[in-house]
């Protein structure tokens, strides 16, 4: 067997026709922190958030980003919380209308959201009983 030589997710990249209302969703109500911006002639094309150690978000600035097909390219991306409800809340109030928390397949809760460009992002918090940390099968109906 190989050894695995891949250590973690480094980023995700997204496309935007606005970038300030982008680094304000992932920054202002999420919480990530600007690393550094992408420039072109002077002019800021993107930037490099920090989500987590070693873990972040790249957005580029596109005239007309070509949306996800549902069963091609990016579908959505997850994010871990330690309080759910309170995200859930702040999302809401901000004019991001997330849907119910719930218990997924995985025994983790859930609830869905998109951000100002149509991404869906999921965001969970996991249970005792969350599947990641365990070696059962999980049933999936959808």
């Known amino acids: 067997m190989k050894k695995n030589v891949i250590e973690a997710l480094a980023h995700v990249c997204l496309k935007t026709t ?3 209302a982008t680094e304000a969703f992932y920054c202002d109500l999420l919480g990530f922190t600007r690393q550094f ?3 072109r002639d002077g002019e800021r094309i993107g930037f490099y958030l920090k989500i987590a150690d070693k873990v972040f978000l790249e957005v580029f600035f596109a005239d007309a980003p070509k949306p996800s097909a549902p069963d091609h390219q ?3 991306f997850c ?8 995200l859930r809340s702040r999302l809401e109030s901000a004019g991001y209308p997330p849907n ?8 983790s809760l859930q609830f869905w959201v998109k951000d100002p460009n149509g991404i869906a992002v999921e965001v969970q918090e996991y249970t005792e009983d969350s599947a990641q940390f365990r070696n059962d099968p999980v049933e999936f109906n959808r």
């Open 18 to 20: 606005d970038l300030a």
């Open 74 to 76: 990016l579908s959505h």
């Open 79 to 86: 994010l871990e919380t330690n309080d759910i409800e309170t």
């Open 100 to 107: 119910p928390v719930r218990k997924g397949a995985d025994a």
């Open 37 to 39: 911006d992408f420039t």
